[in-house]
C-alpha cells in the first residue's frame, strides 16, 4: 500500500491522503505553495510531494497540535501554528506519541522555531491570499485556514461531524459556540468545506447544525448519548450509529466530557 495517494480538487489545491487514512491539504502558489497540516509522520510526505506534486518550496501550516496533524513537520523548513497550542502540541503531538500508534517508524519531532500564527494573519501566495480564522474549541490555538479565491475553508478538526470537546485544553460549549458565530460571519466566503477525517468534506449546513447542538446541550435537551472514546465516556449531543452517522440524518455533532455542558 502507497503512504500517500493525491487528488486535484480545485484549481491548484490538491488532497493528499495518508495511509492512516487521514487526509490533509496543499495549495500551489505562484512560487511557492502552502501545505495545510502533515498527518502522523509515516513516509516523508516532502518527497512525495516534490516528486508528485510540486517542486515549489514548501511552507507548512499546522491547524492546531494535534498528533495526526503535526506528523511531517521535522520535515519542512518553515513551519506555522498558532502558538497557543504549544501545550497541546507537547502532550498530544510528540514523537512518542505518534510512534506508539504505529509498528513502522515516524518522522522524528521538528526541532527548529514554529513560526507563531496569530488571528486573520493572512499567507499571501500571489494567486491565493489566505486568512487563517481562529476558532478556539477543539483546541485553544485551533485555526481554519479559508482559502478566499478558492472560495474553500478547510474546517479540519475546528467543525465536524463529531468534534471532540474532551480534555483540558479543550473549550467548554459556551466558549466553542462563540468561537462557531465568529466562523459564521465567513459564512459567504467559502462554497467548499474542507475536513481532514471520514469524508473529508462536508455541505454548508454542517455549521448550523454544530453551532444548534451547542444550543441544545446549553439548554440540557441534546441526546447526551454516551460512547466510550480514548477510555473516557463522551457524550455525543445528537445520537450517532455503528458508523458514526447521526441517526436523524443530518451531519455535525460534538462529542463532550460532562465537564465541558457548561
Ligand atoms: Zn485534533
Known sequence: MNTFTHELIKENL???????GVCFYIFIGEDRALLFDSGYGLGNIRE???????????????????????GGAALFDEVYMNRDDDPVLFSFGTYEV??????????PDYKGEIKNIR???EFDVGNETVVMLPVKGHTPGMMVPLL???????????????????????SCVSEYRESLLTLKKYENDYDLILRNHGTFCSEKDLLDNVIECCDLILAGK?????????????Y????????????????GDILYTEDKAR
Do not use: W
Not at 14 to 20: G, M
Not at 49 to 66: A, M, Q, R, Y
Not at 148 to 155: G, L
Not at 222 to 234: C, T
Open 222 to 234: 441534546d441526546d447526551h448519548h454516551p460512547v466510550e472514546r480514548m477510555g473516557k465516556i463522551l
Open 98 to 107: 505518534r510512534q506508539s500508534r504505529f509498528d513502522e517508524p515516524v518522522q
Open 14 to 20: 490538491y488532497r493528499i491522503i495518508e495511509k492512516s
Open 148 to 170: 478566499k479565491k478558492t472560495r474553500a475553508a478547510i474546517f479540519g478538526d475546528a467543525c465536524g461531524v463529531g468534534v471532540l470537546l474532551f480534555n483540558e485544553f479543550s
Open 236 to 251: 455525543e449531543a445528537k445520537q450517532r450509529d455503528e458508523k458514526e452517522n447521526r441517526i436523524d440524518g443530518k451531519f
Open 119 to 121: 488571528p486573520y494573519d
Open 48 to 70: 512525495y510531494i516534490e516528486k508528485n506534486i510540486t517542486d515549489k518550496p514548501v511552507t507548512l501550516i499546522l491547524s492546531h497540535g494535534h498528533l495526526d496533524h503535526v
